[in-house]
């Protein structure tokens, strides 16, 4: 088993920025990707940002070019850094791990991961 904690969330001005952190402990030599989603209120579940076990990162469209995910492997702990925040990613942001190898984005963001963390709110204020 994994276990997932996240740290960062917070209330911020629109234009603002954030940043999250998400240790991982246990069984963490099974992990490879991870993760971070987002849940807006009355919203589907978005995969907003993954990387892979070597840093390879990937993201939303929504998100591209304002949030930068990345990963610390020898403190096992997975960052994601939110600039230019805007109202609209209000959510609740959901640190993952994936024990999958290869999974691709598409499948990450239908499927979801195999661990979870229990979520940290971001409130961005206009």
């Known amino acids: 088993q994994v276990q997932l904690v996240e740290s960062g969330g917070g209330l911020v001005q629109a234009g603002g920025s954030l940043r999250l952190s998400c240790a991982a402990s246990?069984?963490?030599?099974?992990?490879?990707?991870m993760g971070w989603y987002r849940q807006a209120p009355g919203k589907q579940r978005e995969l907003a940002a993954a990387i892979s076990r070597g840093g390879r990162p990937n993201y939303a469209d929504s998100v591209k070019g304002r949030f930068t995910i990345s990963r610390d492997n020898a403190k096992n702990t997975v960052y994601l850094q939110m600039n230019s925040l805007k109202p609209e990613d209000t959510a609740v942001y959901y640190c993952?791990?994936?024990?999958?190898?290869?999974?691709?984005?598409?499948?990450?963001?239908?499927?979801?991961?195999?661990?979870w963390g229990k979520g940290t709110l971001v409130t961005v204020s206009s």
């Open positions: 246990g069984s963490i030599f099974s992990i490879n990707a």
């Open positions: 993952a791990a994936d024990g999958g190898e290869g999974s691709s984005w598409s499948r990450l963001a239908y499927y979801g991961m195999d661990y």
